[in-house]
């Protein structure tokens, strides 16, 4: 994992925002067509809305960090590295659908890439262990993420997270004897205490999705 490489992306992104302002110019454009489900404050709803897109993005190596560490530690490494070892691509090769694209507005569609990957793999540990790789719930950060995209660009990059997925890992991948044993930690006191650590991104940032006014 070179997540030393996409913690320098993300670094060259914060620069070039700073220098053009090209994130905030997008969001500007963008917040009077928001979807009516993306709930802000009415103080500072743009500044809301960009911290919300740099923290999305700016967690994305620290996620990677954890789910490649509990993956080795519940002994299917093998399996999960090369799906996280994906996310990293999408930051540091992009997919053909979003090359040229520069700048933290853009780096927004790579961690939105990255986070589905995540939630992905969450899922299946959910029906195989009833608890997820990692205790982050991106679920409402990624339908903002989806929103802010568009819909069908987002429905695009959707596939290639269902398409990186479905050629890594299957039900065989969690059958092993390291897995039922990595299984019995899961209800441990440290287990609960480490999950702590990462409370729901867009309620921590003032960010939710609700139902739209009828």
Known sequence: MNIAAVREQISQAHDHEGRTGQLKERLELQLP??????????????????????????????????????AREAGIESQIKPVLKIAEAYFLQPPRVMQGHVGLDCLLDE???????????????????????????????????????????????????????????NDESFAAESVEAYRETLSSPQTGEAWKRWPCLSRQLNVEFGRASA
């Not at 995540?118 to 997820?132: A, C, K, S």
């Open 111 to 169: 961690a939105y890439l990255a986070h589905r990957l995540v939630e992905e793999v969450n899922d299946l540990y959910i029906r195989h262990f009833q608890q997820p790789l990692i205790p982050v719930d991106t679920t409402v950060a990624n339908l903002i993420a989806h929103q802010l995209i568009g819909e069908t660009f987002a429905n695009q990059l959707d596939e290639v997270v269902h398409h990186s997925v479905d050629e890594m890992l």
């Open 33 to 70: 067509h928001l979807h009516p489900s993306i709930q802000l404050p009415e103080q500072d709803a743009q500044g809301t809305l960009a911290r919300f897109v740099s923290a999305y993005i700016d967690r994305v190596p620290e996620l990677l960090e954890a789910a490649h560490n509990v």
